[in-house]
């Protein structure tokens, strides 16, 4: 066991060594795949493909907010492929998340989390769906500039009943003191939202989720949603800046991060 005291990165390469596993090789079809069709405006989508020019879209945002859902629509619709970094964690690890945090805690896996966006951002028309916490480290920032940031984003309230529904956050390590419940959870959700805002405000897009009249039924569905949010990678695209980032490697010097 790696003590508290070891650096984060020794934690990591612990893992990465005891299972002696390549991280994206090693990801089952479910965490690396061409996504699923769904049915979609394939012209659309294919009018976004080509003005990506092969760079890739990274989903970040709060748990809860359905960035693998969404992705893995938006990847179908651009023809792309499509990976979830925590499937690929535990792939990797061959442990559970809940397992990494309760063994490494929460920068021992933040380690072995930056290593394997690392490996995904060298790849090319990806939809990459993100950990909740990806925004933290500043090194995190210099891969996901290699293509497109979407933040999604919802209520507090919104957020805890998905995640209560799924599973009362027993497979989400920040929530285990919530012991399921909702008011606990949308408290811990607000506490973290308000802490990554300033985070979260350096992706190149925000879209936030609907809802119902009463503020925490869902406002739409996953087709809906990913449509809203094709337009609003198409338009961020068309904006020079953006562009001719996307046209070059981003460099040290260009990154600006706040929140840091």
Not at 160 to 172: E, N, P, T
Request: contains cysteine.
């Amino acid at each position: 066991r790696v003590h508290a005291a070891a650096p984060a990165h020794a934690a990591a390469a612990r893992l990465r060594a005891k299972h002696a596993v390549p991280a994206l090789a090693a990801a089952p079809s479910r965490a690396r795949r061409a996504a699923p069709r769904f049915r979609c405006d394939a012209a659309a989508g294919a009018e976004v493909a080509d003005a990506l020019d092969g760079s890739s879209v990274f989903l970040v945002g709060m748990m809860g907010t359905g960035k693998s859902s969404v992705g893995k629509k938006l990847a179908a619709e651009l023809g792309y492929n499509f990976f979830d970094t925590d499937e690929i964690i535990e792939s990797v690890t061959k442990m559970t998340i809940p397992e990494i945090f309760a063994e490494e805690g929460e920068d021992g896996f933040r380690e072995i989390e930056t290593q394997i966006l690392a490996e995904i951002a060298s790849y090319k028309k990806c939809v990459v769906a993100t950990g909740g916490g990806i925004v933290k480290r500043k090194a995190n920032w210099m891969h996901l500039r290699n293509g497109i940031v979407l933040c999604l984003s919802g209520s507090a309230k919104l957020l805890a009943r998905r995640v209560a529904d799924a599973d009362g956050g027993a497979s989400r390590p920040l929530f285990k003191d919530c012991d399921g419940d909702v008011d606990k959870i949308a408290e811990k959700i607000q506490e973290m939202m308000k802490e990554r805002a300033e985070m979260y405000a350096n992706a190149d897009i925000s879209v936030q989720l609907l809802v119902g009249d009463d503020g925490v039924s869902e406002g739409e569905d996953v087709d809906a949603l990913a449509t809203r949010v094709l337009k609003r990678v198409e338009s961020r695209i068309a904006e020079d800046d953006t562009k001719s980032r996307l046209r070059n490697e981003p460099k040290e010097g260009d990154i600006k991060v706040t929140g840091m």
